[in-house]
């Protein structure tokens, strides 16, 4: 089955800075990549998604990478706000009703 | 247009009792998702029903666990004599699927279970 691995596990960056999170993945047949963060208590909420025909998608502050060949995908915040400390969970799935597969989550904490 | 809706929202159980989920999902969305997650811990699948129908049950327990979508009402995670390792957050999660075309699923706010 499916195996995603997130790093890093914590990430503590000063407001304005950029962060970067970054996933692999190992199954060849993923072709969808959601990112969502997750406050504390809250649900899951979707943030952006790639697909695997697609090697770059921004929207705003956020954007996310795909290397297909490489197996890894990357979530990127730019202009980090204290409003983006959570935890961002990356996953993977074949697509059309396949189930997602996290990664272990990543806390992001943006210092004032 | 409602989200996803999930209740109770908390449960607090003892246990060896019976713990019922129910999850409602967005209007037009058929397919529905059941993911658990552990305290400081990554969502882990559990089962993907379909109106009537279980496409996927791989992450779901063998004992003491079933789920069901019937065509009538919400979809119902049931977990069969509590013991304290299920004390979890269970989301469920809906999408709409139409030729392949969109994956993306939106979570309920969860249903925090406490075995006591």
């Known amino acids: 089955g499916e195996n995603v691995e997130q790093h890093p596990s914590t990430l503590s960056v000063q407001e304005g800075d950029s962060a970067v999170i970054k996933c692999t993945y190992s199954?060849?047949?993923?072709?969808?990549f959601p990112w969502y963060k997750q406050e504390l208590g809250k649900r899951p909420q979707l943030i952006i998604d790639i697909r695997s025909n697609v090697g770059e998608k921004k929207d705003q502050r956020i954007a996310v990478t795909l290397n297909k060949t490489a197996k890894h995908f990357s979530l990127h915040i730019t202009e980090t706000q204290p409003e983006d400390s959570a935890v961002y969970f990356c996953a993977a799935s074949r697509g059309s009703g396949d189930k997602l597969t996290f990664g272990t989550g990543t806390r992001l904490a943006v210092r004032p | 247009n409602a989200g996803v809706m999930q209740n109770p929202r908390h449960l607090v159980r003892r246990r060896g009792q019976e713990a019922r989920l129910r999850c409602s999902p967005m209007k037009g969305h058929s397919h529905v998702y059941w993911y658990r997650q552990l305290p400081e811990e990554g969502l882990k699948f559990m089962v993907y029903?379909?109106?009537?129908?279980?496409?996927?049950e791989s992450g779901m327990p063998k004992e003491r666990f079933s789920a069901e979508f019937p065509k009538e009402g919400p979809s119902i995670l049931r977990i069969q004599q509590v013991v304290r390792g299920d004390s979890a957050a269970y989301f469920c999660?809906?999408?709409?699927?139409?030729?392949?075309?969109?994956?993306?699923?939106?979570f309920g706010p969860g249903t925090r279970l406490t075995v006591l």
């Open positions: 199954d060849s047949a993923s072709n969808y």
């Open positions: 999660a809906s999408s709409f699927t139409s030729g392949g075309a969109l994956n993306e699923q939106f």
């Open positions: 029903l379909q109106k009537e129908n279980i496409i996927d």
